[in-house]
């Protein structure tokens, strides 16, 4: 997976709603942090999806440790995360965004 360039201390990311930090099995072996970061939309690739994003709850996986870096981008305008959810510990639903109620 990481070709030989990966290194501890690094921390890598996916956006994919599929798959948890199981993807960074390999690079974790090396010392590496994997997120998981799942906005809870559906992406248009047009540019409304920024605005859409700023308000959208946000999935995640990462270790104890890292929850708050792995948080971070949902946090929008410094107010406060968005509905979080954590993969992995069961059912739950976040507050709505813009295309609807998410449940994991």
Known sequence: MDGGHVSSGQLLVHT???????VFDTARARGAV???????????GLSLDLDRLRSCPFGVTAPAAFLPVAQAPG?????????????????????PCPTGPTTW
């Open 75 to 95: 946090r929008g305008d410094g107010r406060g995360a968005r509905g979080w959810c954590r993969r992995g510990t069961g059912r739950c639903t976040t507050r």
């Open 16 to 22: 994919s709603g599929r798959s948890g930090t199981e």
């Open 34 to 44: 994997g997120l998981a970061i799942h906005p809870a939309m559906t992406f248009t």
